[in-house]
């Protein structure tokens, strides 16, 4: 028991620390986990101004509006009907991005509970908890609205189920299966219900990520053979399986009918929104407009970014023995050997794709932990593996948890308070200049103040700076505000930063793109994102004056 007590108290305080990035780490990893949920949902059941990307077009949706609503939207309406009338009817962005974060913060509990189900040794329990709890993955991706999330929990709900599956010895031919009775057994009605619930999650997960399949057909096949195998004979095996499939059926019916209904209005002219997914991305026109990658980029950089160089090691040593042992490995290995499936499958896969991010492979995190937790000795995790593990960790988890582009989200808070104490007639502009895609929900302005010119946001990316100057007398309006870091507002002639005033400094914005304009800066500025108000007559003047001269 003394042995056991410090691994508590350290899980405990990880999950404190993954509750804590969750609630408060306001680093931004990609627009995709705010584009890809929260922004739509918000727009839709707050009536919030938002951006909708060209995944959501109606002409050509490729993403589903379920797994959104299901994950985000539920918790807003239940807030909106067990929270005061005064927060139900006024959601403030902050409470509105702590909800988003909540959801998935549950999300991530499913990933320990597989764990522990698929290790059925409590040392390496205790081992693949540690790990999967201080990966700087669960802190920052995995508590985030981002689709790649709610895959890496199918993915792990999948595998929990093939070792359900496959842990009992039935037989279906012979009069197998039945108890004395002749009725099925408790085992033989788990094993069906088990079989059913599997082919609903890969519905599910294709349709939150068409990628899906690339991780879960080792787990089908898997559950293919042994359901052939207990069943005897073909005739038995199809009658086993034809239950689940129409389950499949019956639910995608359902995700094709609730996205029609969306996107449509109706239900005429069916939207399958994994076969426009895959219709998008078999374009190199399209792809090229999201960035072109080396094809050995999952494997040489994303993948090590992911797991660390010591997971990666321990997963190379999983692929070598079950290699070396090929077609002997014993029926209590099926789990490890499909996970080791759906790596190399996977990566082959995904690989095909030009484009490549670190966050398509974060399902492949877990089962990975899986196999470093359940190696052998002398392969176990030693001291030099856990120095390196810790400081890598650290290290992401700081850099994606809080520092990474870490003022957007807060300045969009503060300008919410701003508005709010401005008077119901004052027409405000905002300009972000150099950040990421500020997520237009959480601003928190109605789309109706939009429409009708109260309140505007230009979003003028990574734009030069002619562009923003020309900008700010573009909008009639009473109040101009200018969001950018510290570090490329320095860059402005002297005579136009002369008409801004500093209103409010964000502490830390680490911004990657601009590494030595925020160098030169100093360590203070150049880790700062600014919120300036802008006079817009002392801009036209100084406009002018640079034109004449």
């Excluded at 899980?11 to 929260?38: K, S």
């Excluded at 700087?136 to 689709?147: A, E």
């Excluded at 990666?312 to 099926?334: M, V």
């Excluded at 150099?434 to 109706?448: E, I």
Aim: proline letters at 7%; one cysteine or more.
């Amino acid at each position: 028991m003394a042995a056991i007590l410090p691994f508590k108290r350290v899980y405990i305080a990880l999950w404190v620390v993954r509750v804590c990035f969750a609630l408060f780490g306001t680093g931004y990893i990609h627009p995709d986990e705010h584009m890809q949920n929260g922004e739509i949902i918000a727009g839709d059941i707050l009536g919030f101004h938002a951006l909708r990307s060209w995944e959501w077009r109606p002409a050509f949706p490729v993403r589903s509006i379920v797994p959104a609503f299901a994950t985000t939207g539920v918790p807003i309406l239940v807030f909106r009907l067990f929270g005061s009338e005064r927060l139900a009817t006024n959601v403030q962005p902050s409470t509105l991005f702590r909800i988003e974060r909540l959801a998935f913060l549950n999300l991530s509990i499913l990933l320990d509970y597989s764990l522990l189900s698929l290790i059925s040794s409590p040392t390496h329990q205790r081992l693949g908890l540690l790990l999967l709890a201080s990966s700087y993955v669960m802190h920052t991706f995995q508590v985030r609205p981002f689709s790649n999330s709610l895959e890496s929990v199918l993915v792990a709900l999948c595998l929990v189920l093939l070792q359900r599956i496959t842990a009992g010895d039935l037989t279906y031919h012979n009069g197998g299966g039945k108890d004395a009775d002749g009725s099925a057994s408790n085992q033989t009605r788990t094993f069906k219900r088990d079989l059913h619930l599997l082919a609903i999650l890969g519905v599910v997960g294709t349709f939150t990520r068409p990628t899906f399949p690339a991780f879960a057909l080792p787990i089908a096949y898997q559950v293919l053979l042994f359901s052939c195998r207990v069943a005897g004979s073909p005739m038995r095996a199809f009658a086993l399986l034809l239950p689940p499939l129409c389950s499949a059926v019956l639910v995608a019916s359902g995700f094709i009918a609730a996205d029609t209904r969306y996107f449509h209005g109706n239900f005429f002219n069916p939207i399958v929104t994994p076969y426009n997914f895959l219709q998008y991305n078999l374009s190199p026109e399209n792809l090229t407009d999201h960035g072109l990658h080396p094809r050995s980029l999952h494997l040489c950089v994303n993948l090590p970014m992911l797991v660390g160089p010591g997971l990666l090691w321990f997963t190379l040593c999983s692929i070598y023995e079950y290699a070396k042992n090929y077609g002997r490995s014993p029926r209590g290995d099926l789990v490890r050997m499909t996970i080791i499936q759906m790596v190399v499958h996977s990566l082959l896969i995904l690989s095909v794709q030009p484009h490549q991010e670190p966050r398509f492979l974060m399902p492949l995190v877990l089962p990975i932990i899986v196999l470093a937790a359940t190696l052998k000795r002398p392969t176990r995790p030693g001291k030099l593996f856990w120095a390196s593990w810790i400081t890598f960790n650290i290290l992401l988890a700081l850099v994606f948890g809080f520092l990474h582009q870490g003022g957007v989200v807060p300045s969009l808070f503060s300008l919410r308070s701003t508005l709010d104490g401005m008077g119901s007639g004052t027409r405000t502009h905002i300009i972000y200049w150099k950040t990421y895609m500020p997520p237009r929900h959480l601003l928190g302005v109605s789309q109706k103040d939009v429409l009708s010119g109260k309140t505007s946001l230009t979003d003028l990316a990574g734009a030069p700076r002619e562009a923003l100057m020309a900008a700010f007398p573009t909008f009639p309006c009473n109040a101009t505000y200018l969001v950018t870091p510290m570090a490329m507002y320095l860059t402005l002639p002297e005579e136009i930063m002369s008409c801004m005033a500093l209103q409010r400094r964000i502490f830390p914005h680490l911004d990657l793109d601009h590494i030595s304009e925020s160098v030169q800066a100093g360590w203070h500025d150049g880790l700062s994102l600014g919120i300036y108000a802008v006079k817009r007559r002392c801009v036209a003047d100084a406009l002018t004056i640079r034109e004449l001269s």
